[in-house]
């Protein structure tokens, strides 16, 4: 028996018993499991694993390396049950032969500092229990009195308290629910004073008062700042996967990058782990949010860094795919052709019969490098270039990272829809100024991807200007979610989707991907009958459109993260333009919303269920099926002017629509 009369135990003791529950919806156990496991075992001499649900054989066999108790159970009182039900089936008899117990389950990531580091402090601290982090003592809006408490992530019983017979009561005559929120009301938030007031110590790993008068919760709000200072173990999957506007009631909403990058760089920690497991569980855009992943990248060197530009990047095998439609544009689009590094192939698409006309231009243009011409048929534009007429080169395997533009003629929708040019042409800039800004810049994209080994597509982020606005904010699906998810199912891709926020996937078709990261959307074997005929392609909602808003999940499904990407000029506009509507749409609230929270704000805005799509042929029936009693809500001239707008409702009108709907639909209840 390693533990002494003070309650310490002797230093090096192993004699431990540890409960590990999981969970996974999908039965799969990642590698961050398989790590955090290895990281414990020198610590301990037994390990159940407890799974509140099936395991699939790949998990249950990497499980049963470690131990052979691998129990599954039903998902019923969710880990405080798993950890009751083998505490008593072990019995009491046999778990006072351990120094401690542990209780631990799947919800962090780590050791990101060892694990015997922490054994080894605790031994010293003569406590009856104890553990990594507590939740500091608070009083919620709500008016409730949360306690301090060890959080229950990671439990630790000595002997002392499991010998006791109110702990043994305590456990046996605990119940609980399926509900999250009344689980850690009756066990976590309740067990720490419970046990203080009978008497018993506990302490925890990080120190208790150090972070008091600024979060509850470190572990959560700051945990740059406990794994650096405090060598904390372990991260929370919870840092990534709490959401943005969540983050920005309490913080800046920093920690999770801070978290990553920390882990990254200072740490003995592979963050592929994090990626694979948070790529496969998570919407990829509510990741890109949390992790802020909009790259911003100098157009041109910096002269006063004392540091001369990155040139050599020849080991970065690349490519760059042009595809040039219109002749007419060839001096435009050869400026930006210029801006390819030499150690960069480049190959065009275009028209068989264009190949002369361009390949002069380029002569006349200077350019003496060598280009390879790829020719294309005149169906499905860009995006059939790039799967058909570049496939081979995309599958090649000769290059690390390709980047692919287009030219796009600025004024080809303006009669359509009756703007200006400039509009589109806005769009045609922000595109290929943030896809080949400069050499300097490509190179940098270069860079960005040999740092980063789980990036596996960049792109400009969509427009949010003039008509861009209502078809890309809040969300840029379009009419083309139905169509976006049967391209995935017919890849075989099943990742996370959701309908009511955006896409991080190439809106425009200007990207720069590994190829094993789109791999699957080239290996479909497409043919140009795929697309549709040109007398088609004005209309949105084709397969063009789907291939277009699917490349960032393609991505996600291979085990990378599509980002945006941006020149240091280009975000230097769009954090003015971006804080400028916002400061604008927040001075437009009424008065009382004046002070609250961004989260309460969004609340107040939101009436229902967040915006989705409508057809502007539905949202025009909806309409007419409630002008009767929107009639006799409304004053005549009023409800004259619905009637007409529901009349002409297009693309740029049927968010707006949707959400007036729901507006009228809301006081016509009452």
Request: glycine share 6%.
């Amino acid at each position: 028996m390693a533990q002494n009369d003070d309650k310490t135990l002797t230093s090096g003791t192993t004699n431990r018993l540890a409960i590990f529950c999981f969970y996974d919806a999908q039965g799969h156990a990642d590698d961050y499991v398989r790590v955090f496991l290895e990281g414990l075992m020198p610590s301990i001499r037994r390990l159940v694993v407890v799974s509140n649900g099936k395991i699939d054989d790949e998990s249950r066999a990497m499980f049963e390396g470690f131990t052979p108790f691998v129990i599954e159970r039903e998902n019923e009182g969710l880990d405080t049950a798993a950890y009751r039900q083998v505490l008593l089936q072990v019995g009491w008899d046999q778990l006072v032969k351990f120094d401690e117990v542990i209780c631990c389950n799947d919800t962090c990531f780590g050791p990101v500092h060892p694990f015997e580091d922490v054994f080894d402090e605790m031994n010293k601290r003569p406590v009856d229990f104890w553990g990594i982090t507590s939740y500091a003592a608070t009083v919620l809006p709500s008016g409730e009195e949360i306690p301090e408490h060890v959080q229950a992530y990671w439990h630790v019983y000595r002997r002392s308290l499991i010998a006791a017979p109110c702990f043994q009561r305590y456990w046996e005559t605990l119940r609980l629910t399926n509900d999250y929120g009344e689980n850690t009301h009756r066990h976590e938030i309740t067990f720490t004073k419970y046990f203080q007031d009978l008497g018993f110590y506990w302490d925890t790993f990080v120190p208790r008062d150090k972070y008091a008068g600024m979060t509850p919760y470190p572990l959560l709000d700051m945990p740059m700042q406990v794994m650096r200072d405090d060598h904390c173990p372990v991260l929370k999957k919870r840092v990534f996967e709490t959401g943005l506007v969540m983050s920005l009631e309490h913080t800046a909403g920093q920690g999770a990058r801070q978290a990553l990058d920390y882990v990254a760089s200072s740490a003995n920690y592979d963050t592929s782990l994090i990626w694979h497991h948070e790529l496969r569980s998570q919407n990829v855009t509510r990741l890109r949010q949390t992790l802020h992943l909009e790259y911003v990248l100098p157009r041109r060197a910096l002269q006063d860094s004392g540091k001369k530009p990155r040139r050599d990047l020849a080991h970065v095998r690349s490519a760059f795919i042009f595809h040039i439609f219109f002749v007419d544009m060839l001096d435009e689009t050869l400026r930006y052709v210029r801006n390819i590094p030499e150690e960069t192939d480049i190959y065009i698409t275009t028209n068989e019969e264009k190949i002369p006309r361009i390949n002069e231009a380029i002569l006349d243009a200077g350019i003496t490098r060598h280009v390879t011409f790829l020719p294309v048929k005149n169906r499905g534009r860009d995006v059939s270039a790039l799967l058909i007429a570049a496939q081979d080169v995309v599958l090649s395997g000769r290059y690390d990272v390709i980047g692919f533009a287009h030219d796009k003629k600025s004024s080809q929708n303006t009669k359509l829809l009756g703007r200006q040019g400039t509009e589109s042409e806005g769009f045609q800039e922000r595109l290929l100024e943030n896809t080949l800004g400069s050499t300097e810049y490509v190179r940098n994209i270069l860079s960005l991807f040999e740092k980063n080994a789980c990036l596996g597509l960049v792109t400009p982020p969509s427009p949010f200007h003039a008509i861009y606005f209502p078809t890309t904010m809040p969300i840029d699906w379009g009419p083309n979610f139905e169509n976006t998810v049967t391209l995935l199912e017919s890849l075989d891709i099943h990742v996370p989707l959701d309908s009511t926020i955006g896409t991080t996937s190439a809106i425009g078709s200007c990207f720069w991907f590994r190829p094993e990261a789109l791999r699957p959307l080239f290996e479909r074997g497409w043919e140009y009958e795929d697309f549709p005929d040109e007398s088609h392609m004005s209309g949105d909602g084709t397969i063009s459109h789907a291939i277009e808003r699917a490349n960032g999940y393609v991505a996600q499904s291979q085990g990378f993260y599509p980002a945006w990407v941006m020149t240091d000029e280009w975000a230097s506009l769009e954090a003015s333009q971006l804080r400028t509507l916002l400061e604008e749409f927040i001075a437009a609230r009424p008065q009382r919303y004046v002070e609250a929270t961004p989260r309460e704000t969004l609340l107040s805005q939101r009436l229902g269920t967040r915006l989705t799509y409508v057809d502007s042929k539905k949202v025009a029936g909806r309409l007419g099926s409630l002008m009767e009693r929107i009639m006799s809500v409304l004053p005549g001239r009023m409800a004259e002017s619905m009637k007409h707008a529901a009349g002409s409702a297009n693309v740029r009108g049927r968010w707006a629509m949707h959400r007036l709907l729901d507006n009228f639909q809301r006081m016509t209840r009452h």
